[in-house]
């Protein structure tokens, strides 16, 4: 059974100081890799787990398994930025399910 990504692409990247002269004028983000995503439905325990974090889920998505994303990414889609939650990786290593949050204050660096 092939799993069906057909709810966009994601970006997962980092940001960037701009320095000039020593000084921080600016952050870009900058990714390292896209890929297709699903949406998921945000279960009970997820949201147990982000409360127990002191965080708001707003998202919850489903990507082809990869180990490259860890939970200091940031993610970019549809023009909004969020920071990831929670990473929980399927046994079968087909998915990774991606818990996602409000990016605060970074935002306007994109």
């Known amino acids: 059974k092939h799993k069906v990504y057909n709810d966009?692409?994601?970006?997962?990247?980092?940001?960037?100081?701009?320095?000039?002269?020593?000084?921080e004028v600016d952050r870009k983000f900058k990714?390292?890799?896209?890929?297709?995503?699903?949406i998921m439905s945000v279960r009970e325990?997820?949201?147990e787990v982000a409360l127990a974090l002191n965080k708001k889920i707003?998202?919850?998505?489903?990507?082809?398994?990869t180990d490259e994303i860890n939970s200091k990414n940031v993610i970019y889609i549809r023009e909004e930025v969020?920071?990831?939650?929670?990473?929980?990786?399927?046994?079968?290593?087909?998915e990774v399910y991606l818990t996602l949050g409000v990016n605060e204050g970074e935002d306007r660096y994109v």
């Open 82 to 94: 969020y920071s990831i939650v929670t990473i929980d990786k399927d046994k079968s290593r087909r």
């Open 31 to 38: 990714a390292v890799d896209t890929y297709p995503f699903r």
């Open 58 to 65: 707003e998202l919850k998505v489903a990507i082809p398994y």
């Open 8 to 23: 966009g692409e994601l970006d997962f990247g980092n940001y960037h100081k701009i320095r000039i002269a020593g000084k």
């Open 45 to 47: 325990q997820d949201k």
